[in-house]
């Protein structure tokens, strides 16, 4: 079923039918933390590794991080979302990652690229984490790929830390701001078919599902509560 489709439902017992419309909710992607300020860029080759901190504004899941990329010849680059340390540098927890194919690498002087996970990382608002990028390319043989940056402090929520160890230790930049923008989709409320016009709601305590738990909501509020009476339903 569709959202706004109608179900009618025909009871045994002769009384009148029941109608159903479909109102599944589902929560749009937003754009939530950016800095878009870009005076040239750092290397992510080889051992070397560029990462951003920055602070979600809301709960929910990272769906995608979208970037500028300076590149000639580049490799695959990937993308992780870690958790940060007790000193705000990436901590090596890597909570989401994608990585696009260099045949999908777009060559040229600040080209945006899109990482989608495929398994979004689950973020608290107000909590630090970090963007870290690496490509397994090698610097001066005729490759290049480079993270678009802001020279000054452009988003204060965050900063640039580079690695030249893949990782294992972070030096932060200061005043300085990787190009970035974060797409967050905010937890969905639950999806259920609410009826038109009567007490009787068919609801679904499992968000992304209008099919599972069925149940009689007899004060309409869409919550499941036994200790009311409601009682589940085929």
Do not use: C
Request: aromatic share 6%; proline share 8%; hydrophobic share 35%.
């Amino acid at each position: 079923p569709m959202d706004g489709d109608l179900i009618v439902i025909t009871p045994t017992d002769g009384s009148s039918d029941l109608i159903l419309e479909i109102n599944r909710t589902d929560e749009p992607a937003q754009e939530d933390q950016t800095q878009t300020v870009n005076d040239g860029n750092r290397p992510v080759q080889g051992d070397n590794v560029v990462a951003q901190t920055f602070v979600p504004s809301l709960d929910g899941f990272l769906a995608r991080v979208d970037i500028s990329i300076t590149s000639v010849d580049a490799d695959d680059v990937t993308m992780e979302i870690q958790t940060v340390d007790g000193t705000g540098l990436p901590s090596g927890n890597v909570l989401a990652s994608a990585t696009i194919a260099a045949a999908d690498i777009t060559g040229g002087i600040s080209e945006p690229h899109s990482f989608g996970f495929p398994e979004p990382a689950n973020l608290i608002a107000g909590f630090t984490y970090a963007k870290v990028l690496r490509s397994p390319g090698t610097i001066g043989v005729g490759e290049e790929l480079g993270w678009d940056a802001a020279d000054s402090d452009q988003y204060l929520q965050g900063s640039t830390v580079v690695s030249n160890d893949l990782g294992l230790d972070w030096v932060p930049v200061p005043a300085a701001d990787q190009v970035f923008t974060t797409i967050m989709v905010p937890p969905a409320d639950p999806r259920g078919e609410v009826l038109v016009g009567d007490a009787l709601v068919f609801g679904n305590t499992v968000p992304g599902s209008i099919h599972g738990f069925k149940f009689i909501d007899l004060d309409g509020d869409g919550d499941y509560d036994p200790n009311n009476g409601e009682t589940p339903q085929a």
